[in-house]
């Protein structure tokens, strides 16, 4: 706590001692990367700072445009210029998976990172990580809740997105009674939690539903049952360029067997996003590194160049071994 206290004052102090600000998050973003971007752009506002928010993303995620501030959200072009005195990177280990707008940060002393990630890249002077938290927009409550900041509606919807994103509706793993605690002081703001939960979780198109049955009626068991993949190819998004697909890496680690979810898409010939998923005993974080990528424990990434023949066996390889790892007992 008193580590806390030091840390979210030191990024308060920076915040003050700034002018002129980029704040980004990982690739592909999510709710927890757009809400702790979106809420630390609502404390730049109040503090009367100037910033950008600038993300390697082609095409935002609409369904989150119920958000403050939504309209500060832009895609990296080379074409534009940026300059800024300071960067807070949020949500994101490292540069990798920042990409390209990692190209605009300041040196080392003008950045802050906030993260709930385990450490990868050491960019940013002031950094506040914590693998223990929920999320970064529980990382943004901590250091917000410190400052002189009225609370309000706006954002306190964006902290509780954020939370209720990362943890699932408060029901993965890393949720924490700090989670509830933080939910129970936002809601009285005037949250309508079933009204988030639909936007985010519940705001499918019909096209988006038949990949997900698609996916689902082509899912594989393997390793005796502990093992879920699923797969959506290539020509199957090329005819369906919009659907929101990513909850089938849940619904992979959703069989009562399995300890191991998969979840894998093409989305251009030959090249595969994965999306891994434990149960709880697996550490998908030390099998998605096997393959260049990363994340935590109980939910992880990569993406490959490969055929999917060729990947679905390496996958089912190494997730093996995994298994193997935390079946076997230590003496
Ligand atoms: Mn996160």
Redesign the pocket.
């Known amino acids: 706590m008193e580590k806390l206290d030091t840390i979210s004052r030191d990024i308060l102090n920076f915040i003050d001692a700034h002018d002129n600000y980029l704040i980004t998050a990982h690739m592909n973003a999510?709710g927890?990367?757009y809400a702790s971007c979106l809420a630390m752009a609502y404390y730049l506002n109040t503090r009367g700072k100037k910033f950008r928010i600038v993300l390697n993303d082609e095409r935002p995620d609409e369904k989150y445009q119920f958000l403050w501030g939504w309209q500060y959200v832009e895609q990296y072009s080379p074409e534009n210029s940026y300059a800024f005195d300071a960067a807070i990177v949020l949500?994101v280990p490292s540069l990798k998976r920042i990409g390209e707008p990692a190209k605009l940060l300041p040196e080392r002393q003008h950045c802050v990172k906030i993260d709930?990630h385990p450490y990868e890249d050491n960019f940013a002077a002031i950094q506040l990580v914590d693998t223990q938290a929920s999320?970064?927009s529980q990382l943004v409550y901590e250091v917000l809740s410190r400052s002189e900041m009225t609370w309000n509606l706006d954002i306190a919807t964006l902290v509780f997105t954020g939370i209720m994103y990362?943890t699932g509706r408060f029901s993965f793993s890393n949720t924490r009674a700090r989670d509830f605690e933080i939910a129970a002081r936002l809601v009285p703001y005037g949250i309508k939690p079933h009204d988030i939960a639909n936007r985010v979780f519940f705001s499918y198109s019909l096209q988006s539903m038949k990949v997900i049955g698609y996916g689902l009626a082509n899912m594989e068991s393997h390793l005796d049952g502990k093992l879920a993949i699923i797969f959506i190819p290539y020509a199957v998004l090329k005819e369906n360029p919009e659907a929101e697909i990513e909850e089938l890496a849940n619904y992979s680690v959703a069989l009562r067997t399995v300890e191991v979810g998969l979840f894998v898409r093409e989305p251009e010939p030959g090249f595969f996003k994965v999306s891994f998923r434990s149960k709880g005993r697996a550490n998908v974080n030390r099998v998605a590194r096997a393959f260049g990528g990363g994340g935590h424990e109980h939910a992880a990434g990569c993406r490959l160049k490969s055929s999917y023949p060729e990947l679905k066996q390496q996958l089912i390889e190494e997730v093996g071994r995994e298994l193997q790892r935390i079946t076997t007992p230590v003496e």
């Open positions: 999510d927890d990367a949500d709930h999320s970064t990362d």
